[in-house]
């Protein structure tokens, strides 16, 4: 098993950022994937940006330039920090972990991000 605990989300003016954390703790084995996917309401989930335990990272066209995922290994903690914020980011924030042997991977409770005037 493995728990997923999130902070730093909140309501921020357009063109404001936020920084993102998740901490996950448990059965971690040392190759993973961790990631931050979004769901809007009455949209599905979907993938904002993730990081392999080897620092390689994936970004969605909507978040490209504004948007960096970073990771501490030691802490197995991943970070999202989102610059120039627009009111279509808004959405609940969802962290992810993945490994080898928990392909389907598991999930954090979620954070709100507002960005509205």
């Known amino acids: 098993q493995v728990q997923l605990v999130e902070s730093g989300g909140g309501l921020v003016q357009p063109g404001g950022s936020l920084r993102l954390s998740c901490a996950a703790s448990g059965s971690i084995f040392s190759r993973n994937a961790m990631g931050w996917y979004r769901q809007a309401p009455g949209k599905q989930r979907e993938l904002v940006a993730d990081i392999t335990s080897g620092g390689r990272t994936n970004y969605a066209d909507s978040v490209k330039g504004r948007f960096t995922i970073s990771r501490d290994n030691a802490k197995n903690t991943v970070y999202l920090q989102m610059n120039s914020l627009k009111s279509e980011d808004t959405a609940v924030y969802y962290c992810?972990?993945?490994?080898?042997?928990?392909?389907?991977?598991?999930w954090g409770q979620g954070t709100q991000v507002t960005v509205s005037s």
């Open positions: 992810r972990y993945r490994s080898l042997a928990t392909p389907d991977g598991y």
